[in-house]
């Protein structure tokens, strides 16, 4: 009488991913017609790896031209030689411009979207004429800010809000445009400032558009006091303006 062995099924895995990239040739993260964007590059790369469509899921988007040192995106595949040999796999095909910093096994059920329990984003400004090595990373202003407005001014900002004046059109829709800015550092060292936001969640735009406020205000385009204004009426105004993409980078996802 044969004996019946049975084949071992493998087991699919979550894997938690953390990407860095320089988002200035890209046309940000979420996959669009084109493919120039690194959700379609990490993608493109993982069907060469298992000759089939995975889909990957971020903690998020960043827009054309904007950085991160630390997004997160997960996906399911059977892999059985380690999160570090699969790492590697994945950035053998990916530009030097994107590196995959960790793949790790995630636990059963992990979501980099909806597990995170917040962000933490920074905006960097040169308040002078910013060099060629640092000018793709900043928004090189050349002027100089009235510095006890911008901290009166990010005193408001900070805490629970309805961020709708300072968001972009597609969240026009989103069910509530109330976020907890639960931090806003401003730092600055000599003519380099640096803006640091932490919140449970941000609307599109939303750092890019406080950023553009408080520059607004150092600026004396608009008065601290107004933003408490903005804040309750829910009205945007031109002086509220949308800072470049190139300064801003995503440093963290809170999970």
Sequence with gaps: MKSVVKKTELKVTRWKCVIAYDGGSFNGWQSQEGGNTIQDLVEK???KIFGRQIRIEG???????????AQVFHFDATWTHGGEKLRLAIQTGLPRSIQLKAVRRGRPGFHARFDA???IYRYHLDLGEADPFTRNFCWPLNRELDWPAVQSAAKILRGKHDFWAFSGENDRTYA???RDLRRLDVRRTGRKVVFTFEADGFLYKMVRSLTGALVSVGL????SAELAVLLKTRRRIP????????????????Y
């Design 239 to 254: 002086t509220v303006v949308t800072a470049p993409p190139q300064g801003l980078f995503l440093v963290k996802v809170i």
């Design 59 to 69: 903690s998020g988007r960043t827009d054309s031209g904007v950085h991160a040192r």
């Design 45 to 47: 790369r993982l069907r």
């Design 220 to 223: 004396g385009k608009l008065k």
């Design 176 to 178: 509530t445009t109330v």
């Design 117 to 119: 329990q917040g962000k």
